[in-house]
């Protein structure tokens, strides 16, 4: 078994031995190097690779995440891999499916002790700071999915110096934040299971049954957030899920409002917010 403190590629082997591949990871392709997982993925899915197939990555050159932005990762430290899935939905519903991928990573990550919690639509915080990022794109015509592409990028044993000196304050690593180097092969293992059960749940029991558990781990629910899309900004309290998946929001005019897509800010930090929640439950208590 290899060390998981060295900074060792990942083991497709230990990987495959650890798994009970079912759909997700039953076709593993494994890369040193390429511009994009997604990129990647994408090619083979257009060439007809199987449902379920799983891109994975040491480094990527031109990493994409939501809104344009790149992805960061050295080699041998963190998790970046794409999937490929084809289900039978309309175009319509594909969003969920990224939802689904945002609560397989934070259950994945609090297997290793962290409470992670997901800011929406897919982010994976810990303590306010991002440790994953999700991006989710599809291909359809009349309306179907053709397939759709989950990128995911996971910061698991990077260090601070790895980071651009102006985002130190806004990301944060597993190893930091459960105080050791993580296993990246059982890691990957555990995520491919994580996703392929909350996958099949959702196209087993639809939406309404992944709500209330990514709702259980959401880091925005009762929190004043200001949202930017496009020419738009809307600022408002979250009061959690609609139906189908948007953002509910209870705007400071007291209107309701669904959130399709945009850049979710927290108005005056987490931080700041926690300390408000511990002094209310701390309020509760002396009442009671």
């Known amino acids: 078994m290899s060390d998981p403190g060295s900074h060792v590629p990942l083991s497709i082997d230990r990987i495959r031995q650890a798994c009970a591949f079912g759909l997700i990871g039953s076709c593993l392709h494994y890369v040193e190097s390429t511009d994009s997982t997604n990129t990647l993925a994408h090619q083979l899915a257009r060439e007809g690779t199987p449902n379920g197939t799983v891109v994975l990555a040491e480094t990527q050159l031109k990493g994409r995440g939501r ?24 175009s319509s519903e ?19 002790g962290p409470h992670a919690m997901i800011k929406w639509p897919n982010d994976v915080l810990i303590d306010g700071r991002k440790l994953a990022g ?8 009349e309306g179907r999915v053709q397939f759709v592409v ?17 985002l130190h304050h806004r990301l944060t ?5 459960s ?16 996703l392929e059960q909350r996958y099949e749940m959702l196209l087993r029991d639809g939406f309404a049954a992944i709500r209330p558990l990514w709702e259980a781990l959401s880091c925005l629910t009762g929190r004043q957030v200001r ?23 209870r705007s400071l005019e007291g209107q309701d409002i669904r959130i399709v897509a945009g850049d979710v800010t927290v108005v005056n930090g987490y931080e700041e917010s926690s300390q408000q929640s511990a002094a209310s439950s701390q309020e509760k208590k002396a009442e009671g």
Do not use: K
């Not at 899935?85 to 309309?90: E, K, Q, W």
């Not at 939802?99 to 990550?109: K, P, S």
């Not at 180097?181 to 994580?194: I, K, N, P, Q, Y």
């Open 227 to 249: 949202i930017e899309g496009g020419t738009q900004t809307c600022e408002g309290v979250v009061t959690g899920l609609a139906a189908d998946g948007t953002l509910r929001l």
């Open 94 to 112: 594909a969003p969920q499916i990224g939802l689904v991928a945002g609560l397989a990573v934070a259950e994945t990550v609090r297997e290793w």
């Open 134 to 141: 999700i991006l989710t794109e599809m291909e359809a015509a």
């Open 179 to 194: 105080g050791g180097l993580v296993d990246r092969d059982a890691f990957t293992a555990r995520l491919l299971s994580h």
């Open 150 to 166: 989950i990128g995911i990028g996971i910061n698991l044993n990077s260090e601070s110096e790895d980071f651009p000196p102006e």
């Open 67 to 90: 809104l344009g932005r790149s992805w960061v990762s050295p080699p041998y430290r963190n998790l970046s891999l794409s999937v490929v899935l084809r289900p039978d939905i309309a």
């Open 173 to 177: 690593t597993l190893c930091a934040a």
